[in-house]
């Protein structure tokens, strides 16, 4: 606990000095100083995982009174994610913001620092106060971060979406500790579970807070703020709020399961229902964009939907005594709380790094930057290929988990629970097999072919520390694809601190044994494609190598770009099939005569959470607030008026009391 508290401090300190640094050195001082804390943070819950939890109290005046911040299994391990996340992050940021050198930054990287700390603190406090403001803290300091580019009206109008969606989510939290307050008598959160004997009051609370969580982590349908307020931060905070802060809200649901221990049949599958929906929904969502950040944001609803469907099952496996759905379901879901945060860390960074280079998002006016910038995509195609769920990489290890606990509990959950079991395998194979074909777009129109647009054809890499932190990632990316055994013994020891049925650690070793067997068949298969890929080479440079040409063009001399597929062709035949369920609007101008003119075709997908919920929601206040303008009229008078009605009132009050 000492080593954390002392990353506690150096983080904070990273965020003041900087502020008196010379501009110069700023950026730097920041993120060696950011880095070091991390460092120690993340080892001193390494320390804890292996050695068993710890706790600091500290004594603070009214109204806190005491704060008790304690490091256990489940802690230790997202603030592992953290640290790790925030290191990556913090590399990167430190190359992205030097492209503004009209900026003085001071308190964007203030209110960075703060960003990370709160959610250390999120993940380690005990009791209601302290854990709400750590929360708020966390939710300000990166509305901050969102309003770096306050120019553009895209990120303003973000902002307000991700300021009303994350005070709603607070309120819901807060509505579900008074109801536990009331009836445990104190601010503790391991007194909650007192509050669990009176059932049907325990679920109602518990279902409030799920909502105020599931809003935090991007389910659908709270997921409104997420699609805008992800493209709209700059990158290094893009990859920080998709990776690592969303999962604040896992922790939030995971910590409040543990303290219950049970969960009631209905929660678990309300929780496993609504995450196959953000699974599938999710990831048709992200085959719709032609923004490349909007793209990635949707597949985080997608991910998020993944590790819940884990916890729903684990959630499933509490409730039915089912010892391989939830050392499994929860194991798969933690370790996809890690991947998660590595390869849609690494593939955040991949598209600031092009919109640095492109200036835009749009994936219509990119393409061939395989040639422009062969690091970025290298890069940005490995985490494609892990998020896409495919060996050798850890979307795959993590996604293979999951299906290992359905396999092995759908055996033991009878009846209507098997079926759903069931089900649930199949919507995550479908779910794998969307993510497939929409990274086939993202990285076919992006990198390859030929550029669209003169900044894309202009493009070229970033600098150095830009592609170390997307470097970092991607080696982690692979230390868990290759290596995968020793991450899933550690996922594994967490999983077991929730109420299991018989010896977990006894379950877990025929997995560990699994994986480690899963490893050598990856590390023999990548050696062989390696020696295949060397003998082609041989076997071309004897026979005089390979020769360029230009592409094949329908019989056209001179091809041009237009003459590509786009993003809207590629997945047209699924978009007609499933576009009225995503909202999607489209546009086509058909050819006319022999030689026609212009032709076009343009899509856009609405959101339909934002179009039949969001939407007629805020009309509705701004009616409702409509009504109240005259109130504040600009004439002095009147408001000279209010203050006299005011005292008359007060004056009355006082008399009638007298």
Not at 251 to 265: A, Q, S
Request: aromatic share 12%; glycine share 10%; hydrophobic share 55%.
């Amino acid at each position: 606990m000492t080593l954390f508290l002392a990353g506690i401090l150096t983080l904070l300190a990273a965020g003041v000095f900087q502020a008196a640094t010379p501009r110069p050195a700023r950026i730097a001082c920041f993120a060696l100083l950011a880095v070091a804390g991390l460092l120690l943070a993340g080892a001193g819950a390494m320390t804890t995982l292996m050695n068993g939890a710890e706790s600091v109290l500290f004594a603070f005046p009214f109204p806190l009174e005491t704060v008790t911040l304690e490091l256990d299994a489940l802690s230790a391990f997202f603030v592992l994610v953290i640290s790790f996340g925030g290191i990556a992050g913090t590399i990167y940021g430190a190359g992205y913001l030097g492209g503004y050198p009209d900026r003085p930054l001071r308190g964007h990287l203030f209110a960075f620092a703060l960003f990370i700390l709160s959610m250390l603190l999120v993940v380690t406090a005990r009791e209601v106060l302290p854990f709400l403001f750590a929360w708020e803290l966390m939710s300000l300091s990166s509305l901050v971060l969102v309003f770096f580019d306050r120019r553009n009206d895209e990120v303003r109008d973000a902002t307000v979406n991700y300021f009303v969606a994350m005070h709603v989510a607070f309120a819901l939290i807060l509505t579900g500790f008074l109801l536990f307050m009331t009836r445990s008598g104190s601010g503790e959160f391991s007194s909650f579970a007192a509050a669990t004997a009176d059932g049907p009051f325990a679920e109602t609370a518990l279902l409030i807070l799920f909502a105020g969580f599931a809003i935090k982590a991007g389910f659908i349908p709270f997921h409104s703020w997420l699609p805008k307020a992800h493209p709209a931060a700059p990158s290094h905070v893009s990859g920080l709020m998709s990776g690592v802060m969303i999962k604040t809200g896992i922790y939030g649901i995971l910590r409040f399961t543990l303290i219950v221990g049970v969960p009631t049949t209905r929660l678990a599958l309300i929780v496993l229902a609504l995450a196959l929906l953000s699974a599938v929904v999710g990831v048709l969502y992200a085959l719709a964009q032609h923004d490349l950040k909007r793209l990635l944001a949707y597949h985080s609803v997608e991910n998020i939907g993944i590790i819940g469907i884990g916890i729903g099952l684990a959630m499933l496996g509490l409730r039915i005594g089912n010892g391989p759905l939830i050392l499994l379901g929860m194991a798969g879901a933690l370790l996809h709380v890690l991947n998660h945060a590595l390869f849609k860390g690494l593939l955040f960074y991949g598209a600031g790094a092009v919109y640095r280079a492109a200036h835009t998002r749009d994936i219509e006016k990119l393409g061939g930057l395989i040639g422009k910038m062969p690091a970025t995509a290298a890069l940005f195609i490995l985490g494609s290929v892990a998020i896409s769920g495919l060996p050798p990489l850890n979307g795959f290890i993590s996604e293979f988990v999951l299906y290992l606990a359905m396999f092995a509990g759908a055996p033991l959950a009878a009846g209507a629970f098997g079926a759903v079991v069931v089900l649930t395998a199949g919507s995550l194979a479908l779910t794998g097999i969307l993510a497939l074909y929409c990274f086939t777009k993202a990285c076919g129109i992006v990198f390859l072919g030929t550029p669209r647009s003169d900044a894309a054809d202009r493009a070229h890499d970033p600098g150095g520390a830009m592609l170390a932190g997307m470097a970092l990632l991607a080696l982690a990316i692979l230390a868990v694809g290759l290596l995968p055994a020793p991450f899933f013994a550690a996922v594994a020891t967490v999983a077991a601190t929730f109420p299991f049925p018989g010896d977990a650690a006894a379950q877990a070793a025929p997995i560990v044994a699994t994986l480690g067997t899963v490893s050598r068949v990856l590390v023999l298969f990548l050696s062989l494609f390696a020696f295949l890929y060397y003998m082609r080479s041989r076997l071309l440079a004897r026979n005089g190598g390979v020769a360029a040409d230009a592409t094949w063009g329908c019989g056209y001399r001179h091809a041009t770009a237009r003459m590509q597929y786009t993003a809207s062709s590629y997945v047209s035949p699924l978009m007609a099939l499933t576009g009225r369920l995503l909202g999607l609007h489209t546009h086509l101008e058909r050819p006319q005569g022999l030689f026609p003119a212009r032709t076009a075709f343009r899509s856009h997908p609405h959101d339909l959470v934002d179009a039949y919920l969001i939407a007629p929601g805020a009309k509705l206040i701004r009616y409702l607030f409509s009504l109240l303008r005259w109130v504040q009229s600009g004439d002095m008078a009147q408001y000279i008026l209010y203050g006299v009605l005011f005292l008359a009132a007060a004056l009355a009050w006082i008399m009638g009391g007298t």
